[in-house]
């Protein structure tokens, strides 16, 4: 048996809307979408997040049922992290909350908590945190052995560049989305900016939508395409496609059969509202 992933990051209740959809407190967090995504990709997976006092009990059943350890997803103090996510018919997204005091305010008091740093596990993987809660996570994690993959959002690559950069060397993959290159380095193209965070001594993964990714390591350059679906809902494709390149490599894939794989993994995560999409692809996955 596999050794388990530890999905580290923010759990949150959002509000989301598409164009053909409009729905609130639904929970996700890209820390739920990423551990949802590992399983679809087969990983055992554990959770680790603050929820507050509003979230639901429900929410927590449904990613138990889906066959993820939720021991780590443990109450912090006040609300749950709340975002809007709004998303148009190009594809365009819009999260008006990263201006937002009380979603910073949110975001540092929910701090997750970090696993024990043993052997026993397969890798963790750390979903967009604040940067000096990044820094703790590779200190934490290197003495064991253990590899850390790591995403961030647009709103920690717009506010706290320097601090990701200093953190790339440390990761065993780094998993940004072009909108997020684009801010940690300015000024680049696309592939240059993944080209410049891959010399940092790290493989990358960069997230390009529709257009599917492109896969940097010391076998250079791969872009890996994705068959387009129409989707649903996108919230939550990035992160679920996280969660299973990282299942894929700690099942022992290469790097380029580990991304291609987790697209199916993104093309499900856009197939529902919120989580819907994923949850129906894991539970038809296990009948
Ligand atoms: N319409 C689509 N059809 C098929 N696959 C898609 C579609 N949209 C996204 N994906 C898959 O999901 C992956 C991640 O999407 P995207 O690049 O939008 O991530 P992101 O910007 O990190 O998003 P988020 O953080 O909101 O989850 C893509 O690389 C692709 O594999
Ligand atoms: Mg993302």
């Known amino acids: 048996m596999t050794r388990p992933l530890a999905i580290i990051g923010h759990v949150s209740l959002d509000a989301i809307r598409t164009p053909a959809a409009e729905a609130g407190d639904v929970p996700g967090g890209a820390a739920l979408y990423a551990a949802l995504g590992a399983r679809h990709a087969g990983a055992a997976v554990t959770l680790f997040a603050r929820t507050g006092a509003d979230w639901p009990a429900a929410a927590t059943a449904a990613l138990a049922a889906s066959g993820i350890d939720t021991t780590g997803l443990v109450a912090g103090p006040g609300l749950t992290r709340r975002s809007v996510q709004r998303h148009d018919r190009a594809g365009n997204r819009r999260s008006a909350h990263h201006d937002d005091e009380v979603w910073w305010e949110r975001t540092r008091a929910l701090r997750p908590p970090l696993p024990d740093a043993s052997s026993r596990w397969a890798a963790w993987v750390v979903m967009p945190v604040l940067p000096e809660t990044l820094a703790t996570a590779i200190e934490a994690a290197a003495p ?15 506010r706290a560049r320097e601090a990701l950069l200093a953190a790339v060397p440390g990761l065993a993959a780094f998993c940004p989305s072009v909108a997020e290159t684009r801010l940690l380095l300015p000024g680049r193209g696309d592939d240059d900016a993944a080209d410049v965070l891959a010399a940092l001594g790290t493989v990358v993964l960069q997230k390009r939508g529709a257009d599917g990714v492109l896969l940097v390591d010391r076998a250079g350059h791969r872009r890996i395409a994705v068959e387009p679906v129409d989707a649903v809902d996108p919230t939550g494709a990035g992160d679920a496609t996280v969660g299973a390149f990282a299942a894929h490599l700690a099942a022992g894939l290469p790097h380029a059969e580990a991304a291609r794989r987790a697209m199916a993994t993104g093309a499900a995560a856009v197939g529902g509202i919120g989580p819907a999409g994923l949850l129906a692809a894991i539970s038809s996955l296990s009948r």
């Open 144 to 158: 064991a052995g253990i590899p850390v993959i790591a995403d961030t959002s647009e709103a920690f690559a717009a």
